[in-house]
């Protein structure tokens, strides 16, 4: 009979890669938990947060020194890819950020900033692995996350004038943490409505409804 079973000299080297598998994998999922609670603390208007306190334990040098290692990175990917882009490291909103400006750069945000939000959790991961933590990282190319809260914030407004008109609740398209997040902030500026996030990704959706 023939034997089929791996080699246990192989085994350890298997176990490697599985463990870093799971670390990348623990490190996205953190990065994703991060900004679904950002979302969530949106959605929460007037909420005192008792982890603002965790919050400052990461100083700016920090998140700066995160910024620096994710614009590396990114600068490396644009090399690969041969695109020309200026790019900056900042740390804005008590997060590390990364912009990249200059033409030709639509293939990187793709459809919907499908492509935009791969390449950020790629970017999270490259800090994650440089540093051991997991980085709420936000990556922007071309000014589409600022375009695209201008597109958002008038959608939030839309749907808060129908909610005070007819009185009921309007559900909105399924979006990503970034632009629920992005409605959550322009809802809660207004009074007498609410939001909340319902379903489960990528179905995740925002409702507006009329506050109690």
Known sequence: M???SIPRTEEPFDEEKDEAAARADEAAELAEDADEADEADSAEEGSEKAEGAE???TS???LFRQSEIA???VEGLLDILDYDGDIDELVSGGRPMVEVVGGRLQPLVGQRGATLEALQELTRLAVFRETGSPSRLLLDVGGYRANRRKELAAVA???VEKVKEYGESVRLEPMSAFERKC???VVNALAGVE???EGVEPHRRIVVRPAP
Do not use: G, L, M, R
């Open 2 to 4: 023939t034997d089929t």
């Open 55 to 57: 919050a400052k334990e």
């Open 60 to 62: 700016d040098s920090d």
């Open 71 to 73: 614009a590396d990175y």
């Open 157 to 159: 407004k839309n749907a």
């Open 183 to 185: 409605v959550h902030d």
């Open 195 to 197: 939001s909340e996030s």
